[in-house]
C-alpha cells in the first residue's frame, strides 16, 4: 500500500503511522487545481530545506520509500512564453489560444520544451525513485481545438505527451518510469498510440467519488477498467484512489476540515476487485488528516489501509 499527503503533512506522526500500518511509500501531492504550477514550486522549495531532506531521510531509514505525484503542464511549459511563442498553447473552444492550462499537444517544439524541463525538474525530487508521476493540468475540459490537436482523442495526446517524456528522461535515466494516469478524459484508452518502453499505468477514479451514481463494479465500469490494465499491461499497473482523501469534503465545505469517517467495507471489496484486474500496486490519498485533524477530531480510523 501506498499513501498521498501534501508536502507540510509529513510529520514525524504520519512516518509513525506509515510504519505501523506497513505502507511501502509514501508520496508527496502538492495541492491539486489550477494552481497547482505554483504548489509544485511551493514543494520544490520545501525539499531544498535541510529540516525537510532530514524528515525524508528518517522515512526512508524506517525502511519506507518517497515518492512524489503531481500536476505539472503549466510548470513545465512556463505561461510568459505566450507573449512570444502562443503557439505552444492550447485553442479554446472560441478559436483563441489561452494560457488557461496545458498546451497545444500537436506542438513539436512545446513537447520537447515540457520534457527537457521534465528532465531538470525530477532532479530536484530529492531521493525520489525512478518512478516519475508528472501528471497534466487538473481539471476538465483543458483539451485544445486546433485542427491538428482535434485530430486526436485527449488519451492519445496524453499518451502522446507521456511516451515524449519517456524516451527524454530516459536517456539520462535508463531506468526511468513514466505514469500515464487514467484520470479525467484520459480514461478512454488511446486508439492512435502505444504505451512506449517505460510508461505505465495509474488508474484514479475520482469520479466514483463526484458520480457516485454512475459507478459500479460491473458492465461498463468492470470493462473499462479491465481494457485499461490490458492495453497498459500488469507489470507496473497501479490504482490510485481516494478511500482516506478529506480533501474532497474539505473543498465541499468551504475549505474547512470535517471529521472523516473510511468506508473500511468497501475499502476491503476493492483490494480484491483492484487485485482480481491484475493491479500490482495500491495507493490512495490521505490528505487533510494531518495533524491539524487530529487536533479537532482524533486519530482517523486508518486499519484499512493494513492490507491482510
Known sequence: MEILIHPRELTQRWIDKAVELDIKRVSLHPVGGMDAHSTLVGMLNEIEK?????????????GIEIGYEFHAASYLLPRELFDTHPEYFRMDEKGQRTTWGNF???????????????????EKLYRSPDEYYIWLDDAKNLFCHCE???????????????????????????????????YFEA???PKVYTPEEGVFLEYAPYERYTEKDSFSFEGDYLELVGNLVKFFGKEDAKVLEYWYDNSIP??????????????????????????????????????NLD??????????????LKED
Open 148 to 182: 491538428n490537436c482535434k485530430k486526436l482523442s485527449f488519451a492519445d495526446h496524453q499518451l502522446n505527451f507521456c511516451n515524449h517524456l519517456a524516451r527524454t528522461i530516459r536517456r539520462v535515466k535508463p531506468r526511468a518510469k513514466i505514469c500515464y494516469i487514467a
Open 104 to 122: 497545444c499537444f500537436s506542438n513539436q517544439e512545446a513537447l520537447d520544451i515540457m520534457a527537457e524541463n521534465a528532465v531538470k525538474l525530477i
Open 187 to 189: 480514461v478512454d484508452i
Open 250 to 287: 474539505y473543498r465541499y465545505a468551504g475549505n474547512k476540515l470535517v471529521e472523516f469517517t473510511p468506508d473500511n467495507k468497501q475499502i476491503k471489496a476493492d483490494y480484491d476487485f483492484y487485485r482480481g484486474l491484475g493491479f500490482k500496486t495500491l495507493a490512495t490519498f490521505a490528505c
Open 291 to 304: 495533524d491539524d485533524y487530529v487536533a479537532l477530531f482524533g486519530e482517523p480510523d486508518l486499519s484499512a
Open 50 to 62: 535541510p529540516e525537510f531532506k532530514e524528515k525524508i531521510d528518517t522515512l526512508i531509514g524506517r
